[in-house]
């Protein structure tokens, strides 16, 4: 994906995730928008997208953050988002592991109240570490934080895995967590 492309991507991941209010639209309750509209709405803003450049973005996307619909005429953000909207994904049993990445500075914290989806709608986890670094890394000093997800599963806790691979939770207490050491191993307790 070129420059522009990634610059239209996240114009679009702020919209279908965060703000559609900002190019005068609204999500439905399941996250979908009108492609015409939606392709409209931006370019009212200056952000020029046409419906080829449309089709390549969600194709080459690095992690599929967006699907059409069967028709192709609506779009929606596959996760992320923190507009409220019902993705109707079903609870899905989870790995016996899944991973969190995050900061360094923010571990005491996560030791204090466990995982917390903060502004999302859900506690974004990734089955494998490589993931969980890149996605810590935007924060900080990454640290990976392996999470006991079968365990959880078990005490009646739900896990959602997104059209695009991403494992959601609402909350992971910390008694769930284990800190991986630099080289994806954990550490003790
Ligand atoms: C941290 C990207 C203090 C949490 C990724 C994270 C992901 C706490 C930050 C998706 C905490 C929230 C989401 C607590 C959690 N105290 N800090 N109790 N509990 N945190 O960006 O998971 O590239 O909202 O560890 O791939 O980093 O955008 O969530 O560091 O799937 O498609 O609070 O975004 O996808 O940060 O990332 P975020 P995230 P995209």
């Known amino acids: 994906m070129d420059k522009k492309d990634i610059k239209r991507s996240k114009f679009l991941s702020m919209v279908l995730r965060h703000l559609p209010e900002s190019v005068g639209l609204t999500l439905d309750q399941n996250g979908w928008i009108d492609v015409r509209k939606l392709l409209s709405a931006c370019?009212?803003?200056?952000?020029?997208?046409?419906?080829?450049?449309?089709?390549?973005?969600?194709?080459?996307?690095?992690?599929?953050?967006?699907?059409?619909?069967?028709?192709?005429?609506?779009?929606?953000?596959?996760?992320?988002?923190?507009?409220?909207?019902?993705?109707?994904?079903?609870?899905?049993?989870?790995?016996?592991?899944?991973?969190?990445?995050?900061?360094?500075?923010?571990?005491?914290?996560?030791?204090?109240?466990?995982?917390?989806?903060?502004?999302?709608?859900?506690?974004?986890?990734?089955?494998?570490?490589?993931?969980?670094?890149?996605?810590?890394?935007?924060?900080?000093?990454?640290?990976v934080l392996k999470v006991l997800a079968k365990d959880m599963m078990d005490n009646g806790y739900l896990f959602y895995v997104s059209d695009n691979g991403v494992w959601l939770t609402d909350h992971v207490p910390s008694v769930y967590l284990v800190q991986e050491d630099r080289k994806g191993t954990h550490s003790d307790r």
């Open 43 to 143: 370019a009212k803003k200056g952000v020029i997208i046409s419906p080829e450049c449309l089709e390549r973005i969600v194709e080459t996307n690095d992690k599929k953050r967006f699907a059409f619909n069967e028709d192709r005429t609506k779009i929606r953000a596959s996760q992320g988002h923190s507009v409220s909207v019902d993705l109707l994904l079903k609870p899905t049993a989870p790995p016996e592991y899944l991973y969190h990445g995050t900061a360094m500075h923010f571990l005491s914290s996560i030791q204090n109240r466990g995982l917390v989806k903060g502004r999302r709608q859900h506690v974004h986890l990734s089955h494998d570490v490589v993931t969980a670094i890149q996605v810590g890394r935007r924060h900080g000093d990454p640290v």
